[in-house]
């Protein structure tokens, strides 16, 4: 059974906070316990607790003087280089949190507009609705695509210019149908949000498009 979270808050009932300050406290000193043991590293804890006069110190109070005075003996902006606050701590945490939010807004809207593509070209759904952000969207989806396959038949077509003559129109046929395949079978696997898009108009997680894909002129 997985743990339950706890919420980072001030535990207003005695007892249960007391109990939790014994449990936490042990499992801290353990801690820097085994990451002293485990990984050679110089490690102390001074816990100061409302209801003792004096602070708990691990492993003892020589050891813990010796690691505070070789603290002190680092230049100033070395001693502060990694400190973190209970605030910056969380705000850390916060922004961590905002990232990934983004980036899921990021890939959710990505597989929205690659449905919206499919559906359409289907004949399942009309474009008659569509706001002008997402047909913005929608666009810079389908140029994408497109430039893929281009990419997709440069490549057959390097690879035709290595075969012999002997097969060269076998090789020609098969390559065809492999790039039909492609556009037939409405595979696309570049279209993952997985993948790295040059200029992409969805970093931001939000629907930031408007005006930003221009399409070409059209030149028959």
């Known amino acids: 059974m997985a743990r339950k979270k706890v919420e980072l808050k001030y535990i207003t009932n005695d007892s249960k906070r007391k109990a939790t300050l014994r449990k936490r406290k042990s499992g801290l000193t353990k801690k820097v316990d085994e990451i002293s043991t485990l990984c050679g590293v110089d490690a102390c804890a001074i816990i100061y607790t409302p209801d003792e006069p004096r602070p708990e110190v691990w492993p003892s109070p020589s050891e813990v003087n010796r690691v505070v005075s070789r603290f002190k003996e680092m230049p100033e902006l070395e001693q502060s280089k990694k400190m973190m606050s209970?605030?910056?701590?969380?705000?850390?945490?916060?922004?961590?949190g905002q990232d990934q939010l983004k980036k899921l807004k990021n890939e959710n809207r990505k597989k929205e507009m690659n449905n919206l593509m499919f559906q359409s070209l289907a004949g399942c759904q009309s474009l008659d609705n569509a706001t002008m952000i997402d047909l913005n969207d929608l666009a810079w989806i389908i140029d994408q695509n497109i430039k893929e396959?281009?990419?997709?038949i440069s490549k057959l077509q390097g690879q035709e210019g290595t075969s012999s003559n002997n097969n060269g129109v076998a090789t020609i046929n098969g390559e065809q149908a492999q790039v039909d395949n492609i556009i037939n079978g409405g595979v696309f696997p570049f279209v993952d949000g997985a993948n790295n898009f040059q200029n992409d108009p969805f970093v931001d997680g939000a629907n930031i498009f408007q005006n930003d894909y221009r399409p070409a002129p059209f030149d028959p």
């Open 86 to 96: 209970q605030e910056s701590f969380l705000r850390q945490r916060i922004q961590k």
């Open 149 to 152: 396959i281009d990419k997709q």
